[in-house]
């Protein structure tokens, strides 16, 4: 069959969710990404920053194949050897007491929302607790993940939302100060804002936020599921803050394409959850959590983290540098691994998008017309040249 069968088939029967880019991707080896008719493509998307370690990884695919050889899924009702020693890693590499095993991210937000209403339940009997989020957030579709998405586009047609969420300015202080009460259970916040625009806190806003966690006793969740993993030059971004959160979500890298999340809790709050209150069929399963393990393996025997710190700032000088040779390119920011570049609103940044995956790029976007780099962190200088080369030819073709 030919790609654009394929892609009639698929258009045929599948609900249509999503504006596919009119690929077929087949394969991919190292950075690079090959479609139905073998046209190689760079990726600077990394599947949406999952593949942290770019595709077939020698050490992570034969690992995970020979787990299939093994046992793939028991259900939670067992104990597993992959089980086990993957909640030890995460939570030793994380430094958290207590992890709990979903199939993705929106879960992983999911399950802590659930765990900060049962800690607040359980100190004073009452289910009226109230958690602020941000603005401009973006935590998942599902009905809870979504309430605390601070966007009215991905709300309105769903509603009514679960109740008791506020909602505070990124990067606001004083904003988040206004709306705390003795209703407040928790605070949610992505540490570098992704959908929304490639956004990361200010050192003062998170430790701000912090000390009033630790003085209201309200639980401080951070949502690390496409900057954590090695994406900032750290395990986890809000390591570079000095702070520690009490609940923290993480996924997309965690698996590296296998489907897995999980969240993470430390403190009294990490045994509020106990049987009954939450489950799920597949999570934690052998073969995800044998993924985490490859993965957790490979980033400390290879250096991944330190080596995605080193090779940042060479993104950052050529964005830099993109930024100033295009007057129509706004604003550059980010942290380690996960930048954008913010276009005026003369350029549509889905052109760019368009024309460079048409030169061979694969690029994405965030909203803000926000062009958004989050590639694999095994990328080299040779692979950041190339794509710079890739995406000025583009941006001069739509402009």
Known sequence: MTSNEYMTMADENLI???????????????VYLYDHEGKKYLDFAAGIAVFALGYHHPAFTEGVKAQMDQIIHTSNLFYSKPLAEAAKKLCEVAGMDKVFFTNSGTEAIEGAIKLA???????????DHEIIAMNHSFHGRSMGALAVTGNKHYQEAFGPMIPGIRFADYNDLASVEALVNEKTCAIILE???GEGG?????KEFLTGIRNICDEKDILLILDEIQCGYGRTGTMFAFEQYGIRPDVLTVAKALGCGIPVGAF??????????????????????????????????????????SYAKAIAPYLWENLESLKDEFAVIKDHRGLGLIQGLEFD????????????IERGLIVISASG???????PL????????EMMEKLKDAISSVM
């Open 198 to 202: 490639i956004r990361p806190a200010t």
């Open 345 to 356: 609103e003369s350029l549509p940044v889905g052109k760019v998008v368009s024309a460079a």
């Open 369 to 375: 017309n926000v062009l958004r780099f989050v590639p």
């Open 117 to 127: 209403k049962k800690y607040a339940f359980l100190k004073d009997g009452s289910v």
């Open 16 to 30: 249509h969710t999503y504006n596919r880019f009119p690929v077929v991707l087949d394969h991919g080896e190292g």
């Open 378 to 385: 095994v990328i080299t200088r040779e692979n950041i040249d």
């Open 191 to 193: 540490t570098v804002q």
């Open 264 to 305: 993470l809790a430390s403190g009294k709050c990490a045994e509020a959850l106990v049987p009954g209150d939450h489950g799920t069929t597949y999570g934690g399963n052998p073969l995800a959590t044998a993924a985490v393990n490859q993965v957790l393996d490979i980033f400390a025997n290879e250096g991944i983290v």
